[in-house]
Nanobody, 126 residues
């Protein structure tokens, strides 16, 4: 069982940056592909980024590619999401997720998370 806790959300102006963190407990993250998803008010959950456990391959949708960077530190049992050049449409609750899927692209394509955090709010003002 993996427990995930997100932090780092907040209010930022358009063009600004935020760094989200996801701390894990209960199990080592080294065996999981990790990802970030987001859900805006009234919208469906959307995949944001993933990083595989085998070789740290990453995968992003076009909406965030070039602006967001996912990374992991298995020694600290943590995953991060660096978000740059934020836009108002990035406003959402951001969730950290862990999956046993091997590939980051699979996590994105399937939208699958086997364990989820409770989320952290990111608000981007125009």
């Amino acid at each position: 069982q993996v427990q995930l806790v997100e932090s780092g959300g907040g209010l930022v102006q358009a063009g600004g940056s935020l760094r989200l963190s996801c701390a894990a407990s209960g199990s080592a993250l080294g065996s999981y592909t990790m990802g970030w998803f987001r859900q805006a008010l009234g919208k469906e959950r959307e995949f944001v980024a993933a990083i595989s456990y085998q070789n740290s391959d990453t995968y992003y949708p076009d909406s965030v590619k070039g602006r967001f960077t996912i990374s992991r530190d298995n020694a600290k049992n943590a995953v991060y999401l660096q978000m740059n050049n934020l836009k108002p449409e990035d406003t959402a609750v951001y969730y950290c997720a862990a999956t046993i899927l091997r590939e980051a692209k699979s996590m994105g394509a399937m939208g699958r998370g086997d364990y989820w955090g409770h989320g952290t709010q990111v608000t981007v003002s125009s």
